[in-house]
């Protein structure tokens, strides 16, 4: 019911400010679920890697993020991949880094260009206040954005796939996207799979707080957000693309691939997508955590569903692929890509006595091998993940 992530020690008192609060993620997958502040440092927030999706609070006074207390305070984003969702009001930007912003926020960088935040715990340096500076580059796209609760939001780059995507737990007004290998050009928002705004990719480029950076140029398609109030519909065969794409570049062009369990039908399912992944939970399945780490280019791998027997099957061979949707399968497109030899193998596994989970795929030696013991068929490496 508190802020999600805080850097701070409302213990100190007024003694606090001789402390250098903050805030660092440099990798992993974080999901930030917050009644108040997203991501909450009385001192900078620095973002270097990893996948952080932060959903905040939906009323006012609460910001996605809240950095800093003093004029030399930063946000600043050179890594990974950060998605922040929830309330215009206190909406902040890096203060580097490269982004794109949804939604109208209160305000524009205003004078000074410092950290702006209210003083909302003991901790905070009451002389630092709303009239005193602005928000750091706190742009918009120029129109409103309303998202209803439990709609799933999805940023699409410009080549027209999903960057990132998620299930916003309350309703929204305001959603940023920022990462320093994000492709430049025109992004989409798009909520239950509607386009509701564009967005034009923005910089911040102070080394501290006192510039303002650069306000995204995007404009409006629409403020509607569609009727929806699930997690998604077709949760037994899925549809959604991967949470990253091509839109990333470098060295972080990279997506997490998750694993999720049916106990009713046994199959193990695979997928990039938080979106899914979370539909999926919700309609009963398990999820078992991160299987491996996949590039967003390379060899296709297709994903298949037989629609007779509840299965899904992946392959990055196009003969299989149109094998099976001649014998009847349903072609669902690519979910993800393989890396070359030299990455992780995914070895693919074959039950022989199942009629749904009937193939198996994992990166584990052991796993793989404990199911060859128990009557499993080892079918040969599938195809490569990332080593990281």
Do not use: C
């Not at 398609?221 to 519909?233: E, I, K, L, R, V």
């Not at 959604?240 to 997506?255: E, F, V």
């Not at 099976?324 to 993800?336: F, H, M, Q």
């Amino acid at each position: 019911s508190d802020d999600g992530v805080n850097a701070a020690n409302k213990d100190l008192g007024s003694s606090s400010s001789a402390y250098d609060f903050q805030l660092n993620i440099a990798g992993g997958d974080l999901y930030v679920n917050a009644q108040g502040d997203g991501l909450d440092s009385n001192g900078d927030i620095t973002v270097t890697g990893g996948t952080t999706r932060v959903f905040g609070s939906s009323s006012g006074g609460n910001g996605v993020f809240d950095a800093g207390d003093k004029s030399s305070d930063t946000f600043v984003v050179t890594g990974g991949t950060l998605l922040g969702v929830g309330t215009a009001d206190m909406a902040v930007v890096p203060t580097r880094g490269s982004y794109v912003v949804f939604g109208t926020s209160g305000g524009v960088g205003g004078p000074g260009g410092g950290m702006w935040r209210m003083s909302d715990d003991a901790s905070a340096d009451d002389s630092l206040t709303s009239q005193a500076f602005g928000r750091p580059g706190g742009g918009s796209s120029g129109s409103s954005v309303n998202i209803a609760a439990n709609s799933t939001v999805a940023v699409v780059g410009p080549s027209g796939a999903t960057v990132i995507d998620g299930v916003s737990p309350r309703s929204a007004t305001w959603v940023m996207l920022a990462g320093s290998n994000l492709a430049s050009g025109t992004y989409t928002l798009k909520v239950n799979g509607s386009s509701v705004a564009t967005a034009s990719l923005a910089t911040g480029s102070s080394s501290t707080g006192s510039t303002t950076p650069a306000q995204p140029g995007g404009t409006g398609t629409g403020t509607g957000t569609g009727t929806g109030t699930g997690t998604g519909t077709g949760a037994s065969t899925g549809s959604t693309s991967g949470s990253l794409s091509n839109d990333l570049t470098g060295s972080y062009a990279r997506q997490t691939m998750y694993r999720l369990y049916n106990p009713n039908s046994g199959e193990h399912f695979y997928t990039a997508s938080v979106a899914e992944r979370f539909a999926l939970v919700a309609a009963g399945w398990t999820y078992e955590g991160t299987a491996w780490t996949a590039p967003t280019t390379g060899t296709n791998v297709y994903r298949l569903y037989n629609s007779y027997a509840g299965d899904h099957h992946y392959t990055t061979s196009a003969t299989e692929r149109d094998a099976l949707v001649a014998a009847g399968w349903t072609y669902e497109g690519v979910s993800w890509h393989s890396a070359s030899s030299s990455g992780v193998a995914l070895h693919r596994l074959y039950n022989p006595n199942a009629t749904t989970g009937t193939h198996h795929y994992t990166k584990s030696t052991t796993e793989r091998d404990t199911l060859v013991a128990l009557g499993w068929r080892y079918e040969g490496i599938s195809w490569y993940g990332l080593s990281v």
